[in-house]
């Protein structure tokens, strides 16, 4: 172990806020970079230290990082659920880390039908159950109704992402929902979510489905819920919403609030300018943030039998922000400039000022979503970059939001922060992104963990082994009262030299520079991941027998 924490290197840097137009070209890895951790691809051997990190990245790294997925290339199938007691550990798990680790991502069931795209797969729950210094690892499908339809009839039924108008007849009425997106815990059950249908219960020690169409025992009025709820830092509620909830293609909004236990205190709604996929939102103490981005519903496409979206060229965003607690009326929407952001970091309101930190690139951030206008998928403009929207809440009616670039050489697209913080002012953040070796600039660029620190700007790097894909990561808390950012970060590295062989990697979340404090050595592949989800074991029901 101790060679791998050499292995990895720190910075601790101010942000080098210009890139020239080469590096510049090589930015289009924020979104390759999301693509890799649902295609979970792999790693190597230790990388040399250096000065200074990330480095800029030249346009023909993009491809050497994670390849753009070839047309025609039929992904490869998975499928395998896996049970492996008391794995293989390198270093030592560290006794305050108690609970589990889940996640989920899509691992089609079948074949995908020529024109689909890679987030329909069939949704594949893992597991890293942590008891007593010892790492029990487990993956399941969830039997959804989707899952259970296909596996009876030994096909797919439901060929074409978020298009239903090509399902076979024999599931009319059935719920689309892969539930391959993330992962949650909520009032005693597992939630896997997938924003165009309600979640699916699982069990949080067996990853048995216990309800494939969950309702939160009938109060869930919405027909779709997203797969990025936020638990309010004071109350522990779960806020969360819908978009296109009174159906498919609706312009109506969801917004609604849940206590631990279960309970609907709260919810509103609202209409959106125009039908573009929300999502992620944010949530202060005092408002709502909507965000609404030109991947953009398309009938036309739909009509010839392609997928829900496409990327509508040219038009505006709009920051949309209502009062929580209200109906919803005051909804203030301001029109802004195109750009794509699909994942929110942090948020907060400080009486004069609305922020929300998000990943945001020019346009298009998946190189698979169709370009309405038929143009070519530019992967410069498709960067995603950590971004600060504000909105200035002194003015009555504001006219428009500040958009701010906050680590300009950091490129990702899958930030998350220490959840207790998901509604407060908070200054950690963590992101999964690329850092070439300047004295190789022919060699693939590593795969890091950034963390940042926006109250000195500053980050600091875990760079993991040469070849690694590293997941998006994980941030738990040394205990329920420790400081913002005080905890482990864990994610999942997949080797490329090993088929996809995969480790957990664990670092101390305050000295990712440190490497691993714990290496958990998976003997095997595993299916791959969008988002994963910390459940301390406090949460977690006692293990039957
Ligand atoms: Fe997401």
Known sequence: MSDKRKSSRATSQSDPSTLDRRSFMGSALGAAASIGAVASTGLGAAAPAAAQAPGPMSSDMLDRYVPTPKEGKKPQLFRAEITISDVEVDGKIPSDLKGAFYRTGPDAQYPLAPGNIPFDGEGHVSMFEFENGRVNFKSRFVRNERYVAQEKAGKILFPMYRNPYLDDPSVKGKSRGTHNTHIIHHNGVLLALKEDSPPAAMDLRTLETLDPVYRFNGQLESQTFTAHPKTDSETGNMVAFGYEAKGFATDDVNVFEYTPKGKKVWDAWVKVPYVGMLHDFAVTQHYIVLYVIPLAYDAEQIKRGGIHWSWNNGQPTYFGFFRRGGDGKDIRWIKGPERSSTHVLGCFDDGKRLVVDCEMSAYNPFPFMPMRDGSRWDPVRGASRMTRLSVDLSKKTPKDYGIEVLYQNLIGALPRQDD??????????????????????????????????????????????????????????????????????????????????????????????????????????????????????????????
């Open 420 to 545: 207790r913080y998901n509604t407060m002012p908070y200054k950690i953040g963590f992101l999964p992104c690329p850092d070439p070796d300047p004295k190789d600039p022919g060699k693939r660029p590593s795969s890091c963990y950034a963390r940042m620190d926006h109250s000195t700007k500053s980050v600091q790097i875990y760079r993991g082994e040469e070849d690694v894909t590293l997941a998006e990561a994980c941030f738990a808390p040394r205990s329920k009262s420790a400081p913002e950012g005080s905890g482990y970060l864990m994610g999942v590295a997949s080797h490329a030299k090993e088929n996809g062989r995969c480790d957990l990697v664990i670092l101390d979340a305050e000295h990712v520079d440190q490497g691993p404090v714990a290496t958990v050595r998976l003997p095997t592949k595993i299916a791959g991941q969008i988002h994963g989800w910390w459940v301390p074991e406090a949460d977690l029901p006692p293990k039957k027998a």
